[in-house]
């Protein structure tokens, strides 16, 4: 049995005082013991509280700071400003050897500490909003010191030293990878702990960040196994493409003159051995022609000639390819990686669920503990009544945190302007005075001060006066919206047991469609028993929900005609921009493929921002994972369009194959290069996280901006998905006739893992902990939409050889015009359509073999559509007959059939899949993961609760949006060494302002409460 316990029972409780500097408790520059007092320790009588209690780690009554590199055995606290220097960043390291020098950091020599050592006239309580600011905190100028103590142990990930370890330096990058990791608290000051090695760190610890993390870095790790093997499968092909019988000029031209540029390439089906030949029926394409492009060819495949005594002629002169390219050898071995790819993609589910296994077992997190009941009635607002519930009705399930949300959006964002207000005035000017008549006064002061520009440029910039105004009108807003009963809209509960949890999911889960009052939608008969209908009327909807930190708690009530209404605008947004990308690219490609795929590159690393920029601003998501979602739809959409997609329809038919700029190779092999180089060197050297922390932090106005410059870079899991998809795509789309890409995606994404896994433990700022969600729209959509496009332009492509839309001149036609050869006798000036630039000089006589227009582009048929890319699919505008080998015909007809055949089994696999999504509308989808670890909630180390908070960009740490009396401050994920909780409390906002009206509890705020258990009670 479970009872009420206090945490750390026995231990003598603290005496009171006030904490003794800014960074008591973490980021202390001294080590003087000094008396703390805990003000914010505020429980309900369900909430018993002896002797340590849960914010008590951080700020302590006594403690004498310890470095890092000490052993903490007693009850001290260590000083991250002392951390071993071996154990720091290189930035970290080369900043603190500057930090003399005026020009790096223009404080040097003021003496900033001095501030810290002396707080004892401080106001006993710091829990006040922030227009106390004055009244409660002293304000101290920044150090550079704590700001990079904050990178290094807020920002940053790390892991707790084991004793055997803390003589052990991480920096050898070939220490062993096996061993065991537990992730460290951010800002953890009891235990040892050392930033994760990003290159020895074992894979299996990579979900420490979040199971989507792990399961990304599953899937590239994957992905560059079966690329590798698909290499391996397409030798054949690459020593064939490279050889004599394909293409003698390039194997004996460029085979003696190989570098770097043009290394991979041999073993690509680009053909270097090219004839002029005499077309009757072919004609030069005009720049600019917007008419039918049947019979024309590209001015850089095509010439208008003159005999050499100066005669013009008609003739039509056009490039050849005398490549053979049309084996079945070679189909068939692209056969076979098509074939393989789709085997491998399957099998990927089956690995990729196992990994989500292991990584879910790996870490215990609130999210294996808890439910979210997502219909409960508008007035459940008492927690307790839920604890009861569960307790009485599903087999003595002990809830230890009970979180009732209401739809106080607008309570909230109001609440949260309203402080940022306040804190841009302090970042204007610090120090001012919080009282609201110092800012009136020198609100107004400032505005009688102004000259006419500044006016103007308060307009861009807004002031002080500007946010005070905004004060006020925000002041109104509060006290009007505090004063509401907001209804309940979700209730998230945390067991005590993952069992407990699991039972109340067997029992509960439904599906959507049954559950409600059961005078409605409800269907109590689907319940097991009856004692499971909440209040006796109500059939629950419940689900496991997705970790704490990925709810977006002022989106949580966005109802779903709203979602809808932003995501088709955002889409729609989404489409223009492609288009308006396709034709910039569409003009460089023009002038240099280079450049081409240089803007390629950069353009997928500009339009992410806009894409997060539209998410962010535009739509309202419930969680983290919604938006995910939605981000990773957007950009895998521009970036798959904007490099496969468009180099394939801006490149005419007949350059398909050409050696040099104008050829699909050159330029999808340019943009592997760009993105192996550009993207990663750009990722890796981090300029702006770089510039943020060297260049703006040491001229930071206070502590609180500098730390947000040391938050480091945001990242994105949908776009590092859509970074690989994006690469794999051009792999899969031209590998029939680039199949050394494989080799080249490989490197591409080993390259990518290693950067990721610096990034992620040197530069990253901490991402919420998002599910398995992308990994399978990923698995499920856009893995098994590349296999078929791959299949696709495979089958396209070996319809298309040899691509040069040219073939001879029936014999038919030969002998009803006996007389055309000799009509052309002659030696013939070829020159450029374009500059008239000479080209070369040809003998035509009675045995040239004349030629003529064939279209041999499936895609070229209009106005009928020639899909399946078989023989047999054939219209007045394509006749494969004319320019196929026999074999050609059948393997065609194999790869074609067989790419349609995986068209409809990828076609209905997503029938099937949404068909699924609607039956679990009537039937329960809930599945455990994995076996149950038997740990407690209360004995998970880095545990966290359903605790609504809201991010600012003007803040280092999250608001809270409830009031945190009778919660465990362990539960809430962040600690500020400044201040405590209770400075973050946004409903002390309300209740300050609403003490006029004798409201001492604003009743606006979701309640969350926890409770204490102990064993053998």
């Known amino acids: 049995m479970f009872g009420l316990f206090g945490k750390g029972q026995g231990e003598e409780k603290a005496p009171d005082a006030t904490p003794t500097s800014l960074m008591t408790g973490v980021l202390g520059a001294t080590n003087n013991s000094t008396e703390g007092r805990l003000d914010d320790v505020s429980v309900v009588s369900s909430h018993k509280v002896d002797g340590k209690h849960s914010n008590q780690r951080k700020v302590k009554s006594k403690y004498n700071r310890v470095s890092f590199a000490e052993n903490n055995e007693d009850d001290s606290k260590i000083d ?28 040097a020599g003021t003496n900033s500490d001095d501030s810290e050592s002396d707080t004892a006239d401080e106001e006993n309580n710091d829990d006040g909003p922030l227009q106390d600011f004055d009244k409660n905190v002293k304000v101290t100028k920044p150090c550079l010191r704590k700001g990079w103590a904050f990178f290094e142990h807020q920002a940053l990930y790390r892991y707790l030293v084991l004793k055997d370890q803390r003589h052990r330096s991480t920096t050898n990058v070939m220490e062993r990878g096996d061993r065991k990791f537990d992730k460290a608290d951010a800002g953890e000051d009891e235990k040892p702990s050392r930033l994760y090695p990003w290159f020895t760190l074992p894979h299996k610890q990579l979900g420490d960040f979040g199971l989507g993390v792990g399961l990304y870095f599953s899937s590239l790790r994957i992905f560059i196994l079966i690329t590798f093997i698909c290499g391996l499968i397409s030798l054949p092909n690459i020593m064939y493409f490279a050889s004599e019988d394909y293409d003698p000029v390039k194997a ?50 095509c010439s208008n000639s003159t005999l050499t005594d100066g005669t013009s002629t008609p003739l039509v002169f056009a490039l050849k390819n005398e490549c053979d390219g049309a084996k079945w050898e070679l189909a068939a071995t692209n056969y076979a990686t098509v074939i393989f790819m789709l085997l491998a993609v399957m099998v990927l589910g089956w690995i990729m669920r196992k990994e989500e296994v292991s990584f879910d077992e790996d870490e215990q997190t609130a999210q294996d503990y808890s439910i979210l009941i997502t219909n409960p009635p508008t007035d459940a607002k008492d927690p307790e009544e839920w604890r009861r519930f569960f307790y009485e009705n599903l087999d003595g399930a002990r809830v230890t945190v009970c979180t009732c949300a209401v739809d106080n959006d607008i309570l909230v964002q109001t609440l949260v302007e309203r402080r940022e207000c306040f804190q841009s005035i302090q970042n204007i000017q610090p120090g001012i005075s919080m009282d609201f008549l110092d800012l009136a006064r020198v609100s107004a002061e400032t505005e009688r001060d102004r000259s006419i520009i500044s006016r103007y440029l308060a307009l861009l910039l807004p002031g002080i006066p500007e946010y005070f105004s905004r004060i006020i009108t925000l002041k109104a807003k ?57 209040r006796k009327n ?76 539209m998410t962010n601003f535009m739509e309202s998501h419930q969680s983290e994972s919604s938006k995910q979602a939605s981000l990773y739809f957007k950009i895998v959409l521009f970036r798959w369009v904007t490099t496969a997609i468009v180099i394939f329809v801006i490149t005419p038919f007949t350059d398909t194959l050409t050696a040099g700029k104008q050829g699909v190779i050159a330029q999808v092999y340019a943009l592997f290069i760009s993105d192996m180089s550009l993207t ?29 410059l040391f938050q480091g870079n945001q990242y994105e899991l949908a776009e590092r998905y859509t970074d690989m998809t994006k690469i794999l795509l051009l792999c899969l789309f031209f590998c029939s006739i680039f199949p050394s890409s494989f080799f080249i995606c490989a490197i591409s994404l080993t390259l990518k893992y290693y950067c990721d896994r610096f990034n992620l433990t040197r530069t990253w700022k901490k991402a919420p902990q998002i599910g398995p969600s992308i990994s399978k729209i990923s698995r ?64 035509v006589d009675s045995s040239t073999i004349l030629y003529r227009f064939c279209n041999m582009n499936f895609l070229d048929s209009h106005p009928n559509v020639a899909f399946p890319f078989v023989p047999a699919i054939n219209n007045e505008n394509l006749d494969p007959q004319d320019y196929m080998t026999d074999e050609q015909l059948i393997y065609t007809a194999i790869f074609g059939w067989s790419a349609f055949a995986i068209l409809v089994i990828i076609c209905i696999k997503h029938v099937i899949i949404f068909y699924g999504k609607f039956k679990r509308l009537t039937k329960s989808d809930y599945q455990s993961v994995g076996e149950t670890q038997g740990i407690d909630y209360s004995d998970v180390t880095a545990r966290s609760a359903y605790i609504p908070q809201v991010t600012s960009p003007t803040f280092p740490y999250p608001l809270i949006a ?56």
């Open 80 to 107: 991250f400003l002392n951390d071993d220097i071996k154990e720091m960043t290189y930035g970290r390291r080369i900043a603190l050897s500057l930090m003399n020098k005026s020009w790096y950091y223009p404080m």
């Open 252 to 301: 004996n031209g460029v085979h003696r003159n190989i570098t770097f540029s043009n290394f991979l390439e041999i073993g690509s089906a680009t053909c270097h051995t090219t004839e002029w030949v005499p077309c009757l029926e072919c004609e030069c394409r005009v720049s600019g022609d917007s008419g039918s492009q049947q019979g024309r060819f590209p001015q850089s495949r």
């Open 478 to 534: 509060v006290e009007g919206l505090a004063q509401l009963e907001f209804p309940v809209t979700n209730v998230f509960v945390t067991f005590e047991t993952e069992e407990h949890q699991r039972h109340v999911l067997k029992n509960l889960s439904l599906g959507s469609w049954k559950t409600g009052p059961i005078d409605g939608s409800g269907d109590a008969s689907a319940l097991s028993n009856p004692k499971h209908l909440f």
């Open 538 to 613: 109500l059939v629950l909807n419940v689900i496991e929900p997705e970790e704490p930190n990925t709810i977006r708690w002022q989106d949580l009530n966005a109802g779903s005609f709203q979602h809808l209404k932003e995501l088709t605008a955002t889409t729609l947004l989404t489409l223009v921009m492609i288009v308006g990308d396709a034709i910039v690219i569409y003009r460089i490609n023009n002038i240099n493929v280079l450049w081409c795929a240089y803007a390629i590159t950069a353009s997928g690393m500009i339009f992410p921002i806009f894409a997060k920029l």
């Open 680 to 708: 990663n060197l750009v990722a890796v050297l981090d300029p702006v996280g770089h510039f943020q922390r060297h260049f703006l932090a040491p001229r930071a106005k206070t502590q609180d901006c500098m730390d947000i």
């Open 780 to 843: 499920l959509y856009f893995f098994s939409l590349a296999v078929c496009l791959m299949a696709i332009s495979c089958s396209y492509y070996w319809t298309a050889f040899p691509f040069d839309n040219l073939c001879p001149m029936d014999d038919d036609w030969i002998s009803d015009n006996p007389t055309i050869n000799t009509s052309y006798d002659g030696n013939f000036i070829l020159s450029q359509s374009k500059s008239g630039k000479e080209i070369t000089t040809i003998n």
């Open 962 to 1017: 409830c009031n945190i009396d009778g919660i465990d401050h362990d539960l809430i994920d962040f600690t500020d060494p400044d201040r405590t909780h209770k400075y973050y409390d946004l409903s002390m906002d309300a209740k300050k302002l609403l003490a006029a009206l004798k409201i001492e509890n604003p009743p606006g705020f979701t309640i969350v409460k926890s409770w204490t258990l102990k064993k053998n009670d």
